[in-house]
């Protein structure tokens, strides 16, 4: 049987990714695709994510609209990340795909209600729609198989501020309330958190791309490249592979003026991955909070590793993985799906 997935996005370059590499692995059956507001405007980001399965032929699933804004503060985007649509430099053709009638609170407690125990939920945007499930049905984590989490930063700087992970810095009431509902979670079931420590160590450089374009029979086959003329665009053949170069170029662009080399950090296909195989990462277990009254440090995550809080462990953190098994994944995994979707002619 498939493993069902309820994805949470915000749909942005990185969740673009992890979007297609669910989609290109036969395991996975994602049911339902919630929307939230972060990386770009929710309605863009529901736009993406119909956009991209339009591009990758696939099925009917299920794409809601999430909460146009976190719980308690105005809503931050940053296209200057993930460029103006959320997608980067890509031209995704729009999508005459229907958006569910459905909230993506609703969604999500509906379809948790309905296969208990059977679905993983995997976040890798703000945690809003999930704060107001929980609200709606406090039970949600039991009626999980589990969680995995995209956010936040423990023993590691901030990517927003010197001490705030993206989408927990984007809203965190919502992501406070998330972990203090797990805290009542059974060991198994307590979410496995993917924060800054480990998703900077997975760096995708442009022979990743070259490859993935060579194991999807795209041509020509390009390597993307920092000197590049500003305007430069894929040319390749392979459609999947072409919006997929320009809007990983955007990334790598921003990585660079960011001083991080010409390179871009796969948080959010990493924790695909984790969602599908939780093998691929050690963990350890920890207590997690979230400040909010901080005047410097709101919304900085704490882990307490040794339980000096006196309170259960709420998360399962990963402290370790091997990027190049994981790259060596996507590639095949994208590229196979592709290949097939667009042969060759
Ligand atoms: C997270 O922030 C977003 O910009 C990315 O999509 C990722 O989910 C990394 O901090
Ligand atoms: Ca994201």
Redesign the pocket.
Known sequence: MRQKIIMDV?T????SLALLYLLASPEAEIIGIASTA??VPAAQVAANNLAWLDVCGAADIEVALGATEPLAIPLRT?ED??GPQGVGYAELPESARALSPRSAVEMWVELVRAHPGEIVGLC??PLTNLALALRLEPRLPQLLRRLVI??GAFNHPG??TPTN???VHVDPEAAKEVFDAFSAAPADRRPLVCA?DI?ETIEMTPKHLTLLAERAGSFPVETVSPLDPPHARSAASNPIVRHVTDAVRFYFDFHQQCGAGYLA?M??PFAAAVALDAGLAVTRPATVDVELAGTITRATTVADWEGMWGREPNADIVIGTDPEIFFERLIARIGDFARERYPAQ
Do not use: I, K, Q, Y
């Not at 942005?12 to 969740?15: I, K, L, N, T």
């Open positions: 915000d942005g370059v990185d969740d972060g990386n940053t990340t993930h890798t945007g995209m956010g990517n927003t992970e993206w989408n800054l998703t950090h948080h959010d």
